[in-house]
């Protein structure tokens, strides 16, 4: 089974500056991907960044990184020169390996972080 | 741009009646998943598509909900009857392939939603 955790509900960021949202997973599976996506009030799931387990680099996306600690199972996002427009709710997903179940394509979703940035 | 597109976006309906939501993928993808997610809450998939068969449908209350995407094309998602408790955001997603046959991570492109209220 896998499982994702995020301990933030809630957080509030001053506009231009750098926040990190936390994620930790848990999982057996040797081969794995981690999503993370964006909600906005008005319902639909952005996507912003992938990382796989075996990626040897964090993943980054324009303002998006993926600061990726595979031993500490923690997969956080940061993003950079936060904006008015980064208001939203931050959802961290885990899709476990393809291999042994091949075209299973599920992802576990976290309880998300409500990110409120202050002009 | 290539979008997801749901409807209806809003539906409102009693207790016992039947509802239906559609959706209709990005064109030429052939994975197409039905999430529904509680206010609060991540989405949790409902059943994940890839073509007209059904690859994972274990979390699909089968006694009431039933999908079918009979072409391989769009979708629909039915409840009867509805109650309550099911009252929550349906969201429809999109995606090209399998992880591993398109050397892409194969990200889901999700719709606008479906906010069903069972009153």
């Known amino acids: 089974a896998q499982k994702i955790t995020q301990t933030q509900p809630g957080m509030f960021v001053q506009e231009k500056e750098a926040v990190t949202l936390d994620c930790t997973y848990d999982?057996?599976?040797?081969?794995?991907?981690l999503f993370w996506y964006k909600q906005p009030s008005s319902g639909e799931m952005i996507f912003l960044i992938y990382?796989?387990?075996?990626?040897?680099q964090n993943a980054t996306e324009g303002r998006y990184s993926l600061n990726f600690q595979k031993a500490r199972k923690s997969a956080n996002l940061v993003i950079s020169a936060s904006q008015l427009g980064d208001s939203a709710m931050y959802f961290c997903?885990?899709?476990?390996?393809?291999?042994?179940?091949?075209?299973?394509?599920?992802?576990?979703f976290g309880t998300g972080t409500r990110l409120t940035i202050i002009p | 741009e290539a979008e997801v597109a749901q409807s209806p976006r809003y539906k409102i309906t009693e207790k016992s009646q039947a509802v239906a939501f559609w959706c209709d993928p990005i064109?030429?993808?052939?994975?197409l998943y039905w999430y529904r997610q509680i206010l609060g809450q991540g989405p949790e998939l409902l059943v994940q598509?890839?073509?007209?068969?059904?690859?994972?449908d274990s979390q699909l209350p089968k006694d009431r909900f039933s999908a079918e995407r009979l072409k391989g094309v769009d979708s629909t998602l039915k409840i009867q009857p509805a109650e309550l408790g099911d009252s929550a955001m349906y969201l429809c997603?999109?995606?090209?392939?399998?992880?591993?046959?398109?050397?892409?991570?194969?990200?889901?492109?999700f719709g606008p939603g479906t906010r069903l209220t069972v009153l």
């Open positions: 997603a999109s995606s090209p392939a399998i992880t591993g046959t398109s050397g892409t991570h194969n990200e889901q492109f």
């Open positions: 999982t057996s599976d040797q081969s794995y991907g």
């Open positions: 990382q796989g387990s075996y990626d040897e």
């Open positions: 997903a885990m899709r476990g390996t393809t291999i042994s179940n091949f075209g299973n394509e599920k992802l576990t």
């Open positions: 064109s030429g993808h052939a994975t």
């Open positions: 598509f890839q073509d007209e068969s059904v690859v994972d």
